[in-house]
């Protein structure tokens, strides 16, 4: 399995973003898809999860209201919508694969690269 994150970059507080991640290697569809997002000097937290038909999901509470997570199954590739950004929002965001719906980073088989979001005050 190989996840494919992208669509990090710079932006100013109270702009949006749009990360992709793409998925190969065993059916999309069978798996839940979660973002995790890693801060300097901060463990690994969760941000958002999706059920594998797409139609469950689950939102860390920093982050209700302002991401929305979705997923294309015929472009195996689930997105993470990013709103009202905040500086506290800065971190490299890595998306990842279980077959369990769950926020525990452990449940997680499979992770993608990183990519860097970086939200300027």
Do not use: H
């Not at 290697?25 to 979660?34: K, L, P, Q, V």
């Amino acid at each position: 399995v190989q996840l494919q994150a992208s669509g990090g970059g710079l932006v100013q507080a109270g702009g949006s973003l749009r990360l992709s991640c793409a998925a190969s290697g065993r059916t999309f569809g069978a798996y839940a898809m979660a973002w995790f997002r890693q801060a300097p000097g901060k463990e690994r937290e969760f941000v958002a999860v999706i059920s594998g038909g797409g139609g469950v999901t689950n939102y860390a509470d920093p982050v209700k209201g302002r991401f929305t997570i979705s997923r294309d199954n015929a472009k195996n590739t689930v997105y993470l919508q990013m709103n009202s950004l905040k500086p506290e929002d800065t971190a490299v965001y890595y998306c990842a694969e279980s077959p369990r719906f769950a926020s525990t980073p452990l449940t997680y088989d499979y992770w993608g690269q990183g990519t860097l979001v970086t939200v300027s005050s």
